[in-house]
């Protein structure tokens, strides 16, 4: 299974940037997505989570800004952000528990490679 993540860039504060994430592989279900991210210096935090049945979950810091959506269809996951802030400056990295098949299921939790997202002010 591979998480593959893009949509990262620099950005004016104030702009928006879209975040994509595909899951690929042999894949049974994917229970919760989300977005993490790493600024320098810093622990890797939350952003958001949205489960299969589409219940979402945001920090604070980004309430109201960002936007995490899905496509069961295309085990893909979203993350819109608005009203970029420089301190949303980070390496944002996407995340999956996924189900995967073959002659045995197994249930684990899956992350992508990071995308850089740089919000100049």
């Known amino acids: 299974v591979q998480l593959q993540a893009s949509g990262g860039g620099l950005v004016q504060a104030g702009g928006s940037l879209r975040l994509s994430c595909a899951a690929s592989?042999?894949?049974?279900?994917?229970?919760?997505m989300g977005w993490y991210r790493q600024a320098p210096g810093k622990e890797r935090e939350l952003v958001a989570v949205?489960?299969?049945?589409?219940?979402?979950n945001y920090a604070d810091s980004v309430t109201g800004r960002f936007t995490i959506s899905r496509d069961n269809a295309k085990n893909t996951v979203y993350l819109q952000m608005n009203r970029l802030e420089p301190e949303d400056t980070a390496v944002y990295y996407c995340?999956?528990?996924?189900?995967?098949?073959?002659?045995?299921?197994?249930?684990?939790?899956?992350w992508g490679q990071g995308t850089l997202v740089t919000v100049s002010s």
């Open positions: 949205i489960t299969n049945g589409g219940t979402t």
């Open positions: 995340c999956a528990q996924i189900t995967t098949g073959g002659a045995i299921w197994n249930q684990g939790q899956y």
């Open positions: 592989g042999s894949i049974v279900k994917i229970s919760t």
